[in-house]
């Protein structure tokens, strides 16, 4: 159980381009999910948390009109990469909270593996 | 607010011997604390996680971390590692009196097992 599915795994697209990636939640419903970003070697930095039906929270730093995260159901989000650039390659993850779960538990999807020519 | 700090970023250890990954934390609260796995083009794995129950946490596939309050270390051992544990790790701390309970990862440390 609580398995997180990412699509697409990997996606190579011009610069310029915008690029959707989607994560369900296969076996549970989401209340929430958040958005990873992991550069090469490093760790996860978190990039937003979205509640299902509501505005998408972004950490500092993170351009909301460059990241659009949309959380239209509780099995799926999406986050949108809108005219992307070649400093936006990158491994992006992301993870689900069931409902009724505790705060701290998240399930994590495989990642995307972005990269913008 | 919460931080991990994993002491090295990459571990080898022969096949069959002892595997020690370290970390420290720093939390104002009391934090609930985490180790993750992660294999090449795979999502992350919980392997254990405590939240003040029992300082010594079992986790799958053999691995345990101790909670000493005193180090503010949460260390991931395995008496035995197999060529199968190669991979990243993450230790991971959350903070319980958070609203969203943000998760925040350490940098990672990448076990290396040699045959």
């Known amino acids: 159980g609580a398995v997180v599915s990412q699509h697409p795994s990997w996606v190579i697209c011009k610069s310029g381009t915008s690029v959707k990636i989607e994560c369900r939640s296969l076996d549970f419903q989401a209340t929430t999910m958040f958005w990873y970003r992991q550069f090469p070697k490093q760790s996860l930095m978190l990039m937003a948390t979205s509640n299902e039906g509501s505005k998408a929270t972004y950490e500092q730093g993170v351009e909301k009109d460059k990241f659009l995260i949309n959380h239209a159901s509780l099995t799926l989000s999406t986050l949108t990469v809108t005219s992307a650039h070649p400093e936006d390659s990158s491994f992006y993850i992301c993870?689900?909270?069931?409902?009724?779960?505790?705060?701290?538990?998240?399930?994590f999807g495989p990642g995307t593996r972005l990269t913008v020519l | 607010a919460q931080s991990v700090t994993q002491l090295d970023s990459h571990v080898s250890v022969s096949e069959g011997t002892p595997v020690l990954l370290r970390c420290n934390y720093s939390?104002?609260?009391?934090?609930?604390l985490f180790w993750y796995v992660q294999h090449p083009n795979k999502g992350l794995q919980l392997l254990l996680k405590?939240?003040?129950?029992?300082?010594l946490v079992k986790g799958i596939n053999g691995f345990e971390a101790e909670f000493k309050k005193s180090e503010t270390s949460f260390h991931l051992t395995k008496p035995s590692a197999h060529m199968s544990d190669a991979a990243e790790y993450f230790c991971v701390v959350s903070d319980l009196n958070s609203g969203n309970t943000p998760l925040v990862f350490g940098k990672g440390t990448r076990l290396s097992v040699i045959a």
């Open positions: 993870s689900a909270r069931p409902r009724d779960a505790p705060g701290d538990t998240q399930y």
């Open positions: 405590y939240t003040s129950a029992a300082t």
């Open positions: 939390s104002s609260y009391s934090p609930s």
